[in-house]
């Protein structure tokens, strides 16, 4: 149904955040308490993919994970569509560092814009 409409589904890739045990790690056991653990379904129902990565408090976890993405990125770019990444780690604090190392894994396979600074690590214009 999906489909026939050009409505986009949200992919949950909830592997990296499951891969070890918390180990004493508060926002790494609260994350794994709080996400659902469902297999992985990647399918493209429309122009405007979505995934919603959650990711370990270990980066080599995530770049590991992140792997096979890179390829689906790639294919998705190439048809012409618009993938939307969203980018998530236990608590959160360290989201956008692993959104940054993640956008340039995937622009050393594809030609990609270069990374505009983040809310945060700009001053908003006054006037």
Do not use: C
């Amino acid at each position: 149904m999906l489909i026939t409409y050009g409505v986009n589904r949200v992919m949950l890739a909830v592997r990296p955040v499951f891969s070890t045990p918390a180990e004493g790690h508060a926002g790494l056991a609260h994350a794994q308490q709080e996400k659902p653990k469902l297999p992985l379904h990647v399918l493209s129902t429309a122009e405007q993919p979505i995934i919603r990565f959650i990711g370990h408090i270990d980066k080599t976890i995530n770049t590991r994970y992140f792997a096979p993405w890179i390829e689906r990125l790639k294919l998705w770019i190439s048809q012409g569509k618009t993938p939307f990444l969203f980018v998530h780690t236990a608590d959160n604090r360290e989201s956008p560092e692993m959104a940054r190392h993640l956008y340039h894994a995937l622009q050393q396979h594809i030609a990609l814009p270069e990374l505009e600074p983040f809310a945060d690590e700009k001053q908003s214009q006054l006037f």
